[in-house]
């Protein structure tokens, strides 16, 4: 850490001890390598948010099969049931029995239902999740965007020696900044 503070002294120090107009030539190279530093940790952000978008679509996925699993259940519950409720109807003979295991079903459904219910829950929880890093991902990667723009054009600034092109280097970093800041702190769930 120290060896880079002393980096960043010396090309201070070499920034001062240039003589006349060709001094601007290295603050935009201090500015873009800055810019470059600064797109490669945004470029990190939006990766994290990429995978996490991913992690909670594939959970909301995984939740709701179960959820569509456990109503296959409580269909097939209460079609058991419903046979049974037939069957006591059709042998009077046996229809206390037949009632009973109907009631069976009918208990145990209720129980599958409230899982269902709950699964369907969670998976819609993990969507709206998988949006909300989807959004951040989106506004991430315009802030990279604008970051990789500004450094061309400081490149071209730098190869034209035209101050005012490394103006607009700043101002597109400027935006990426500000973007990404936005996703950051205001972005939120």
């Not at 030539?25 to 990190?44: E, M, P």
């Not at 058991?80 to 059709?90: F, S």
């Amino acid at each position: 850490m120290e060896e880079s503070l002393k980096k960043v002294e010396e090309a201070l120090h070499e920034i001062h001890n240039v003589e006349g107009r060709e001094k601007w030539l290295l603050w935009l190279s201090l500015s873009t390598t800055l810019i470059a530093v600064a797109a490669a940790v945004i470029g990190l952000f939006e990766g994290q948010m990429t995978s996490r978008t991913i992690i909670e679509k594939n959970e909301a996925i995984l939740l709701q099969s179960r959820a569509s699993d456990q109503w296959s259940y409580y269909q097939a519950k209460s079609i058991k049931g419903h046979i049974y409720e037939v069957n006591a109807q059709l042998f009077p003979a046996k229809a206390a029995e037949f009632r009973n295991k109907s009631q069976k079903y009918d208990s145990e459904k209720e129980e599958i239902k409230k899982k269902a219910e709950s699964l369907e829950q969670g998976s819609e929880e993990k969507n709206k999740a998988s949006e909300f890093y989807y959004e951040k991902h989106h506004l991430f990667a315009v802030a990279e965007t604008f970051m990789q723009i500004s450094i061309a054009i400081a490149s071209v600034a730098a190869l034209t020696r035209i101050r005012r092109v490394w103006y607009f280097s700043l101002a597109g970093a400027a935006a990426g900044v500000i973007i990404f800041l936005y996703g950051v702190f205001f972005i939120t769930q």
